[in-house]
């Protein structure tokens, strides 16, 4: 199928990238955390950071949602290269009982 490239000015960052973040962030002191952490990961901004911090349960949970996924479907995904995943994405939409929804008869 056709390739979907993200514009490079836009970088998708994993829930778990983002929690990782945020909770060095908030090791940091509050009237310095946010641009010695961006300082740290190029490609980060402020403004991301200040939302990521708001959003910290949403990312945990997703973060944790995702490593289950990877746990799951590891054995496919490790010998799939970085350009499968988005057909992997799909194989998960096709198949429903490699969801997290039971499949019901």
């Given at each position: 199928g056709?390739?979907?490239?993200?514009?490079?000015?836009?970088?998708?960052?994993?829930?778990?990238?983002?929690v990782?973040?945020?909770?060095?962030?908030?090791?940091?002191p509050?009237?310095?955390?946010?641009?010695?952490?961006?300082?740290?990961?190029?490609?980060?901004?402020?403004?991301?950071?200040?939302?990521?911090?708001?959003?910290?349960?949403?990312?945990?949970?997703?973060?944790?949602?995702?490593?289950?996924?990877t746990?799951?479907?590891?054995?496919?995904?490790?010998e799939?290269?970085?350009?499968?995943?988005?057909?992997?994405?799909?194989?998960?939409?096709?198949?429903?009982?490699?969801?997290p929804?039971?499949?019901?008869?």
């Amino acid at each position: 199928g056709p390739e979907v490239f993200m514009s490079n000015s836009r970088r998708i960052h994993s829930p778990a990238f983002k929690v990782k973040l945020v909770e060095e962030a908030l090791a940091l002191p509050a009237a310095c955390r946010i641009k010695p952490t961006c300082r740290k990961y190029p490609g980060v901004e402020p403004t991301q950071l200040r939302k990521w911090i708001k959003a910290l349960d949403k990312l945990q949970a997703q973060a944790r949602e995702e490593s289950w996924k990877t746990a799951m479907l590891g054995s496919i995904t490790t010998e799939a290269p970085a350009s499968d995943l988005h057909s992997f994405q799909k194989l998960l939409e096709s198949e429903p009982a490699l969801g997290p929804v039971p499949a019901t008869a």
